[in-house]
C-alpha cells in the first residue's frame, strides 16, 4: 500500500484480535518513532513497551478506554523536556516535548496501519497513577499510551468522525481567500 493510501485507511481503534504481533514487527514500529524528525535532532522521547495482561488491564482502567487491554501490546511514549533544554529555552522545550513526541506517535500510528494493525493514541491518562504502575521517573511527562493489534472483526472498536472538506480549511494566498 502506498503511503497515501495507509493515510486515508487508518482509522482510531480501540479493540482487538488476541493474534501476536511478531516481535521484529513491533520493534520497526518503535523503529519507525525513533526516525522521525526531532526539533533540534534532539530526540528526547522514550518507549515503555507493556504485554503483561494485569498491566495492559490496569491501562485501560488508568486510562478511562475500556479494551485497550485487548492489545497484545500497547506502547507508552514519555518525555523528557530537560533534554531539550541542552539547546533550546524552557517554554521551546516543553513545546518541542509536545511536538516531537506526536510527530513519533503519527509514524507509530502510519507505520502500524501499513502493518495491517489498528491503533489509538490516547492521551488522556492519570499521569501519576501511570508513573505509578510503570515506575516512570517524575521527570518524565507521559505523552500518549498507544494500544496496537490486528482488528478483531470487521469495523469493531472503530469511531466514526466527521471531517471537515479541504476548502474549508484552505486559504490561497491570504486569510481572506478560501479555497473553492
Ligand atoms: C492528540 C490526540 C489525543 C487523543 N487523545 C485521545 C484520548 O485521550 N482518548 C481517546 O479515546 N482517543 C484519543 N485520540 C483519538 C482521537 O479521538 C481520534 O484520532 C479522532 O476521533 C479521529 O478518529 P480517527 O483517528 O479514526 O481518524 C486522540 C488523538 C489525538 C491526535
Known amino acids: 500500500m502506498g503511503l497515501y493510501d495507509v493515510i486515508k485507511n487508518r482509522k482510531t481503534m480501540y479493540s482487538f484480535s488476541p493474534k501476536q504481533v511478531k516481535e521484529e514487527t513491533i ?3 518503535l523503529d519507525s518513532a525513533r526516525l522521525a524528525p526531532a526539533a533540534g535532532g534532539v530526540h528526547e522521547y522514550e518507549f515503555v513497551v507493556i504485554t503483561e495482561p494485569k498491566k495492559k ?3 485501560s482502567k488508568i486510562c478511562l478506554t475500556p479494551n485497550i487491554n485487548s ?4 506502547i507508552v511514549i514519555i518525555c ?3 533534554k531539550l533544554r541542552t539547546i533550546f529555552d524552557e517554554e521551546d522545550s516543553a513545546t518541542f516535548c509536545i511536538e516531537n513526541a506526536a510527530i ?3 509514524n507509530i500510528l502510519l507505520f502500524a496501519a501499513e502493518q495491517g494493525l489498528g491503533s489509538a493514541w490516547i492521551a488522556t491518562t492519570q499521569q501519576e497513577q501511570m508513573r505509578s504502575l510503570l515506575g516512570i521517573p517524575n521527570n518524565y511527562i507521559i505523552r500518549g499510551v498507544i494500544p496496537i493489534g490486528y482488528p478483531s472483526d470487521a469495523g469493531a472498536g472503530i469511531i466514526q468522525t466527521s471531517l471537515p472538506q479541504l ?3 484552505t486559504h490561497i494566498e491570504s486569510f481572506n481567500n478560501k479555497a473553492v
Open 167 to 169: 476548502k474549508e480549511i
Open 71 to 74: 492489545a497484545p501490546f500497547i
Open 80 to 82: 523528557n523536556p530537560s
Open 104 to 106: 513519533a506517535i503519527e
Open 57 to 59: 488491564e490496569e491501562i
Open 27 to 29: 520493534i520497526d514500529i
